[in-house]
């Protein structure tokens, strides 16, 4: 954790942003994961007691630096906003467990919606540099919330779902999921809101195909502390809350309990 | 130095400081059996506040002392363990259980927590339940008991004094307030549990003020607690009489609070020509004697 | 859309805009004779909120009446006059002394000032002695009584239930919680009257949380007061089940808060395509079921 | 009141600022006095939810610009401190009653004490305007704190004191109001910190020199609706406290009351 350098807030879509800063850690040697956060401090105003978690989205190795995207949707995401090259940003992590990988997988599916897909592209890179084939199913409510469709295809095919059919497939996400889509599919992930999650988690569960979810919880501390951002999960049987800022965001699919 | 309830057991602090360096932990409350807590969302935040409604989730005592507590001891430091329940019983019971562990130096009583629905603030908020609970507790106890008012009460120090006449060794102030916030989108309140503790910043003048009228009348020492987020917070919570203070909601906003705030503690003591911090105790009172722990 | 006890008797902030936008005007609160408050400072600022401790100062009904209300007459909204005083009898006085205005409308009964001495919050913290002074005032008012209540006590729901019982038209809610802020420089309480009343948006949650409470249990109009700064804290007033709201330290920070706030609920309403304002009362209740002024 | 830009921060001493912005009034058409004080706004957080009152010190009409010097000794000012050039800043005022001008005065005793100093500028400049001789003599701890001497010395004499005597006469500016130095003065304005005030007005008292004290009390709402601000006062026999923000800062010495 440090006070890192905002190097540069772009503009990409409506009220949605890619904020560079420098990284907390030296990068070159590793020490992240696809799929973790960074919990950021809005201001040192106490407007903002919390600190506000987003995925890491991308990694610049060459310029020890870090991408994430986010929705200027409340008034802390909207203050992140206003962040401009050369200002200064408390970031925490990267913290929790991201995507893991599994060196044999032959065909990664990867499902996101919304701001969710973030995480994806990390993510991407590395199954991609595993040799994993990759298959993203990336969804948005109109076209032009799109985000991330280029570096995507970077690692592989992208499918693209639009609430309103202004752009690609309209629908939802799992309506590409369907047997053909998810033949020869080794595992998936999946990032999202609640609703995508829990019918992706379905769907796919009757597909037999092993997967993960990320979660989105309403966090406090990041670190574990205040056990504010739990999420129920059933492990051996036993259905009990863990935090999702330690032990996730991600977690198997088959462990995640939707209530 | 103690820290509050606001640090788990704390492990995870431990990757960011060296847990020595604190006065005292306190760690989250304890039941007598399992607690699963209440429904997400369990936190919102408020103007320089937040509201939690985690509702007690903890392991349960058998786990707290088995698994917990045996991992502090390298920091050779106070623990405290925050004990909560329904019943009295469940609360004689935690504290007889807790008598078997070498690791447990102090319990504090929280009979202020907001967050459980049945029992729990019924307690906090009469001042002859109250005493029967703190004569209870210490009659079972082998270590002191520090007991954790409410501050949703008319008049702390009635409570105060209730408990203290009952035996309490040391009164912690103060708990969150019970608030409310309401997600308007959603036309519902925004925590799953409705209404929640508020912490933070916000209720600081609410615990200096609490601290302040209790420390007038009670003689046992009083640990302040409310917003602290600064070395000067915590001068002002001594300069009001507490003799201790816990960090609570900062250490959300900033892993290493706790440590930063002792050092800021410090420098103060240096740029001001504070020699024994224990002058500062009570010192904003009219007729500041100067009492020491 | 009714401002607060926070506007002195309107003429200031009328060089501002045009008060005839507001739905009603709280004036100061007013006694029998003139009070000349108390030592300065009076005021402090704290973490999203405020201290104030004022004293009541204010030039006596019989000026109020002369020389304060008649000037508000040319915007015409109603008048409500908040009354305080120390003894039963006060209180009357000024309220039988009020009944010869016709620039009245309602009265405001302040029993929840913390920054008085003698006499005012005994009344707001105990139910009985509430009970008893809203129905003597009941008898004594021409005009409708509004009861503003202190959240300084342990049960504002048995409050409230008091004071309707004892005939009440309306409850205000909340008057300021009793704080206090220390200046360490001085080592001694900043405020010259040692404790104050915190406002301002750090206790928007406590006031929300009373607010439904309150609301949940009483039939007669609630108003929401606590922290409101823009046109979605009186949504979330509303939603928790208030019929009307005021706005009191957002005055200071911006002259123009009430005319904003009202723009800006307007426009809330105007995207949530809420034709009929009425319809927010309350429905963030679990059973809302859309209850009318 | 409204939005205004800043258009220059400039350090003038160790914490001490010179911040000019553009004027929320026509500046050519007059409608200020000096003495008068801005109420700044901080930021828009919730950290300050009260204005920071300071004197009007400089008035620069052709750029329509106002100048305010200021000490950064609380949150409040460390944070006005942080301004640029370009940011906005809200600004009420200019608010309350200045300092009288007296057409007949021949000489007037300008007296100011550290950060009270600045609303003597403008005074100084008014009273030259209208012929009056203009004497100041203005205090500071020490010499690092000096400012606006070159300002004062534009319109007449200045006298510099400082408490430890590291430049001018060594004590407070009451050592130099002898009777000698208060020959022929027909009036005298003074600004700075109470135990100051409290001293000037009884030398002054004694000497039978009719003046005004410019008092600093804590405000609220700058505009008297909170009743916050208030200071004691004697007319007519009877004291009673009175808005300091509205009927002052500024008041005819013999109604002051200090107890
Ligand atoms: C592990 C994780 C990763 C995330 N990654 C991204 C990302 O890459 N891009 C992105 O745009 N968003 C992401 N989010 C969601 C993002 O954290 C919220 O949109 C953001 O915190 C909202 O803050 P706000 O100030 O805009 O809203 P406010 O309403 O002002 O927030 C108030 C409080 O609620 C919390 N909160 C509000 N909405 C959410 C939400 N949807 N999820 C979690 N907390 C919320 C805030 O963190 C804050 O504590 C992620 C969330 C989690 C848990
Ligand atoms: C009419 C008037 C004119 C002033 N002109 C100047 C000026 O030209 N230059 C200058 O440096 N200072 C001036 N002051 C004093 C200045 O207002 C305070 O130094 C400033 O408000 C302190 O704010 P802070 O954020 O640094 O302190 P904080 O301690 O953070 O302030 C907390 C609260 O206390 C108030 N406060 C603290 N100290 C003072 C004080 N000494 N006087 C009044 N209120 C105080 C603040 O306004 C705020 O409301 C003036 C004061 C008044 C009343
Ligand atoms: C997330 C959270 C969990 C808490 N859990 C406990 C608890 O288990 N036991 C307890 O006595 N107090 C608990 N508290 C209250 C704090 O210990 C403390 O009294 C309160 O938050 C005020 O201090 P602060 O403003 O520094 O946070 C909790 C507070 C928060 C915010
Ligand atoms: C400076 C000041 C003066 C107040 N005077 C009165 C008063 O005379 N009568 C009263 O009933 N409430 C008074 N109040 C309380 C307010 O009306 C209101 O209940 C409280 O401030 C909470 O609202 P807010 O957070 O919007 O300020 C006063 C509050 C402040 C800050
Ligand atoms: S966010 Fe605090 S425990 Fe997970
Ligand atoms: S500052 Fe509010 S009345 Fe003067």
Not at chain 1, 176 to 199: D, F, H, I, K, N
Not at chain 2, 256 to 283: F, M, P, Q, S, W
């Amino acid at each position: 954790m440090a006070v890192q350098r905002v190097l540069e807030q772009r503009v990409i879509g409506p009220e949605l942003y890619a904020l560079t800063f420098s990284a907390p850690l030296k990068l070159s040697e590793g020490g992240y994961e696809p799929g973790q956060f960074l919990h950021l401090r809005v201001t040192d105003s106490f407007d903002f007691v919390l600190r506000r978690p987003l995925s890491l989205c991308q990694v610049h190795v060459e310029r020890n630096a870090l991408t994430v995207m986010y929705r200027a949707q409340g008034a802390g995401t909207r203050r992140l906003a206003r962040l401009r090259a050369g200002d200064a940003i408390d970031v925490l992590g990267p913290l929790g467990k991201g995507f893991p990988l599994h060196a044999g997988d032959r065909r990664a599916l990867l499902i996101g919606g919304g701001i969710g897909v973030p995480p994806l592209v990390e993510l991407a890179r590395h199954l991609h540099a595993q040799g994993s084939e990759v298959v993203s199913v990336i969804g948005f409510q109109t076209a032009d919330q799109i985000i991330l469709r280029e570096e995507l295809k970077a690692y592989g095919q992208v499918h693209l779902v639009t609430d309103d059919g202004t752009e690609g497939v309209r629908g939802r996400v799992t309506d590409v999921l369907t047997p053909e889509q998810c033949e020869g599919v080794t595992r998936y992930y999946a990032c999202g809101p609640t609703p995508m999650l829990r019918a992706v988690q379905t769907v796919l569960r009757e597909r037999d195909i092993p997967g993960y979810l990320s979660l989105e919880e309403r966090m406090g501390c990041g670190i574990g502390i205040c056990v504010g951002c739990v999420h129920k999960v059933r492990r051996e049987g036993r259905e009990s809350y863990v935090k999702t800022c330690v032990e996730g965001p991600v977690f198997p699919a088959e462990e995640v309990v939707f209530s | 130095m103690p820290a509050s309830g606001c640090f788990s057991f704390g492990k995870e602090v431990a990757a960011f400081y060296d847990l020595s360096v604190l006065g005292a932990i306190v760690v989250k409350a304890t039941t007598l059996d399992e607690r699963q807590g209440n429904k997400t969302p369990r936190l919102a935040e408020t103007a320089a506040g937040m509201l939690n409604a985690i509702g007690l989730q903890n392991p349960g005592v058998e786990r707290v002392i088995e698994t917990e507590l045996p991992p502090l001891r390298k920091y050779g430091i106070p623990i405290i363990v925050n004990v909560a329940g329904n019943a009295m019983e469940d609360y004689v019971q935690v504290v007889e259980r807790l008598n078997d562990s070498p690791d447990v130096s102090a319990i504090e009583l929280n009979i202020s927590c907001p967050n459980v629905k049945c029992g729990g603030i019924q307690f906090g908020t009469d001042p002859e339940m109250a005493a029967s609970m703190v004569r209870a507790v210490k009659r079972a106890s082998r270590t002191p008991v520090i007991v954790k008012l409410s501050p949703n009460v008319t008049s702390i120090s009635e409570m105060a004094l209730a408990v203290e006449e009952a035996g309490a060794d040391a009164i912690s102030l103060i708990n969150t307030l019970i608030g409310m916030k309401i997600d308007i989108a959603r036309r519902a309140p925004l925590l799953a549990n409705g209404q929640g503790g508020l912490s933070g910043p916000a209720i600081k003048p609410i615990a200096v003020r609490m601290v302040y009228e209790v420390t007038s009348h009670v003689k046992i020492p009083v640990i302040g607690i409310g917003g602290i987020t600064t070395g000067e917070d915590v001068v002002e919570f001594l300069l009001a009489g507490a003799q201790a203070i816990q960090v609570g909601t900062a250490n959300f906003t900033d892993p290493l609070a706790c440590k930063r705030i002792i050092e800021e503690l410090h420098a103060y003591c240096d740029e001001a020509g504070v020699k024994d911090i224990n002058t500062l105790i009570g010192a904003a009172k009219p007729h500041a004697k100067g009492r020491f722990l």
